[in-house]
């Protein structure tokens, strides 16, 4: 059974930093794509960053937070993280981990809130 459960989120300033880590279960981790995706109150889901299936895994951003967040994975420990530097309020949201194994699966969301 695919599970992925998201953590590291919290309270943070403007300007401040955070990591998310998603751990992931119940499918071959290396052989596939992770995405990161955030929801804000009112808003769709978007994504924010994604990260291919091999080591050294091409990434892509949204505009938005390019030069920002990086995203990286470690297939040993089946985590995906993303390292959110420079966050700004706009960047609140909830954050989730996601990844296509036949079907479509989301992790639970971790809350990050960007307020002085």
């Known amino acids: 059974q695919v599970q992925l459960v998201e953590s590291g989120g919290g309270l943070v300033q403007p300007g401040g930093s955070l990591r998310l880590s998603c751990a992931a279960s119940?499918?071959?981790?290396?052989?596939?794509?992770m995405s990161w995706y955030r929801q804000a109150p009112g808003k769709g889901r978007e994504l924010v960053a994604s990260i291919t299936s091999s080591s050294g895994g091409s990434t892509n951003y949204a505009d938005s937070v390019k030069g920002r967040f990086t995203i990286s994975r470690d297939n040993a420990k089946n985590t995906v993280y993303l390292q959110m530097n420079s966050v700004k309020p706009e960047d609140t949201a909830v954050y989730y981990c996601?990844?296509?194994?036949?079907?479509?699966?989301w992790g639970q969301g971790t809350q990050v809130t960007v307020s002085s």
């Open positions: 119940g499918f071959m981790f290396s052989a596939y794509a």
């Open positions: 996601r990844v296509i194994v036949r079907n479509l699966y």
